[in-house]
């Protein structure tokens, strides 16, 4: 009778140390994951900020000053009798 109550003590115990290792790997599995919608969520933002910026450059796309901004900022363009200059440090 005692050796069947330490062989199901030693069962027990090691059902138990099972249970506590899986359940720090699931912890673990869950902050990765949380970091990982975290990043999602970032890159969900920056996106809707780009798409904004986008929608508010074809709503004005007949506007003087939207048609400048695009120019210099996107395309590298200058007006006439601009001057370019060039940082040479970098």
């Known amino acids: 009778m005692k ?3 330490i062989i199901t003590k030693l069962v027990i115990l090691a059902l138990i140390a099972y249970a ?5 790997g699931m912890r673990n599995k869950i902050e990765d994951a949380e970091a990982y919608k975290i990043a999602l969520a970032e890159q969900v ?3 809707r900020t780009v798409t904004a910026d986008l929608q508010y450059k074809i709503d004005h796309k ?5 048609i400048a901004d695009v120019a210099r900022n996107d395309l590298n363009l200058v007006a006439p009798g601009e001057k370019v200059f060039y940082n040479a440090g970098d």
Do not use: V
């Open 3 to 5: 050796k069947a109550s």
């Open 20 to 24: 506590t290792l899986a359940l720090l």
């Open 45 to 47: 933002e920056e996106k």
């Open 62 to 66: 007949d506007d003087r000053d939207t």
